[in-house]
């Protein structure tokens, strides 16, 4: 909700939530930072997964699409801003100074859309209570509004937050799970094999498992196996591929093998599967 400037005629559209529910995420026309201050939680970003232990952050978009799967004690609190929040404002509201449409570059890295973001900034532990401490006195800015200078100190508590996010992100590498997830949604359509993802995670087998099935719940060839379905699934809907074809296009070297494992997986032929989806689509 965006909020009503009690010392100047203007609406500033920002919104700071307390107790942020996780349930409504993303806010429309909004970027929002996500600050998970105790439990964690499970889900789905942009068709990765996502496992989040406090303290930690997320940062997302609203053409970002994510799903919640679980939340153990989970408690966390949001602010979201809407993008030309971060414009450049004239000296004394006039244009004689500065084009009003200046637009303030720190923190946009995190947001952009790209094949290497996750949405979650790494953050270490001596960063972690800098970062929170100017998030809490920017909340408590948002309701205080204590001075007409008050949208001027939660940009820079803004600016000063996402600078170090994006800081500490230049710094650090993906995880081995990151660079696997990004290797198998590059790579799916061809033969791809647990040697590939060990040399490209760096890890032997065992080590490489137990970090999948920490995040995703599966092993690295059983994700492998769940996306290549997923985008078969996609390409059972929308296209009119034969089933030879999409097992090609998603990896798979025979159909019967394709067929075999999509049966298994979904609990029904990916015929059956492509004439109820196509009715259900069309009904939307």
């Known amino acids: 909700m965006p909020q009503i400037d009690r010392h100047k ?13 996780l ?17 964690s939680i499970n889900g789905v970003l942009n068709e990765r997964p996502i ?22 004690n989970a408690s966390a609190q949001s602010f979201s801003y809407h993008p030309d929040f971060l414009n ?20 946009l890295s995190l947001f952009q859309d790209n094949p290497t973001r996750t949405g979650v900034p790494f953050v270490t532990e ?64 061809n033969k791809v094999t647990l040697e590939d993802l060990t040399k490209c995670a760096h890890l032997n087998r065992v080590s490489l498992n137990k970090m999948f099935q920490e995040r995703c719940g599966c092993t690295a060839i059983g994700y492998l196996l769940l996306h290549r379905l997923k985008v078969a699934g996609d390409l059972l809907t929308h296209t009119g591929m034969s089933l030879n074809e999409i097992a090609r296009a998603t990896g798979f070297e025979y159909d019967t093998y394709f067929i075999k494992q999509f049966t298994a997986k979904k609990g029904l032929s990916p015929t059956v599967y ?11």
């Not at 909004?30 to 600050?35: G, S």
């Open 9 to 21: 005629d203007r609406t500033v559209n920002i919104e700071f939530i307390a107790t942020e529910d």
């Open 126 to 189: 001596k960063a972690y209570p800098q970062i929170f401490e100017w998030f809490f006195v920017l909340g408590t800015e948002v309701f205080a509004q204590s001075d007409a200078n008050w949208v001027c100190r939660i940009k820079k508590y803004l600016i000063q937050i996402l600078g170090l996010l994006e800081d500490l992100n230049r710094q650090s590498e993906q995880s081995p799970v990151d660079l696997v997830l990004e290797y198998i949604h590059t790579n799916y359509a």
């Open 88 to 107: 450049t404002v004239p000296i004394s509201e006039t244009e004689d100074y500065f084009p009003s449409h200046l637009k303030i570059q720190t923190g």
């Open 274 to 284: 492509r004439n109820i989806s196509r009715q259900f689509a069309s009904a939307q």
């Open 23 to 39: 349930n409504r995420l993303p806010y429309q026309e909004r970027l929002t930072i996500i600050f998970i201050t105790s439990g």
């Open 51 to 72: 496992a989040i232990t406090a303290p930690g952050v997320l940062c997302l978009t609203e053409k970002d699409s994510i799903q919640i799967i679980e939340k153990h």
